[in-house]
Every structure is written in C-alpha cells, then in structure tokens.
C-alpha cells in the first residue's frame, strides 16, 4: 500500500493535519477519535497498534467534549511522528 506514492504522501498530510490540530488548537476527544480511526483506515496492519491503543486510551479517560491535557497531547504527537518514521522507513 506505502508503494504508491500518492496514497504516501495523502497519508503523510493526513497525518500531519491531525499533529497541526493537536499542537495549534484543542480538539474534542470525540474529534481526536474519529481522526484516529479515519488513519487506521489507511494504515496497513502492522502500523494501526499506536491509533488502536490511543482510541482505546481516550475512550476509557476521557469524555468525548472534553480536551486532551498537555501531556497526552504531547504523547500523541511523539506517537505520530513515529507512525510518519515507520511509514517513510518502508518506503525507502
């Protein structure tokens, strides 16, 4: 699937769009986790560990209205990045 490379690169801006709203602005859990099962559907197998545990995670600490605090922010972003490092790394 990461071979063709438009699917890789809508997969890379994905991605960072989910990174952007959680750094500049304060998403809804509820949001958060409808962006997190649209990656999963992009992902192959292997990579939807992270997404799932972080769905899973929000759903049992969270309230869907309420926001992330800074710490689980961070965390998810971290969580992204290496989700784009493991996708660029079977690209190459």
Do not use: C
Request: glycine letters at 4%; aromatic letters at 8%; a negative charge.
């Amino acid at each position: 699937m990461y071979s063709d490379p438009r699917l890789s690169f809508k997969l890379g801006e994905f991605i960072q769009s989910v990174e952007d709203k959680l750094i500049y602005s304060k998403p809804k859990v509820a949001d958060l986790i409808r962006e997190l099962q649209r990656l999963n559907e992009m992902l192959e197998e292997e990579d939807k560990e992270i997404p799932n545990s972080w769905i899973d995670y929000l759903k049992q600490n969270y309230g869907s209205l309420e926001e992330l605090d800074p710490d689980d922010r961070k965390a998810l972003v971290q969580d992204l990045e290496g989700i784009k490092q493991s996708i660029m790394n079977k690209i190459k």
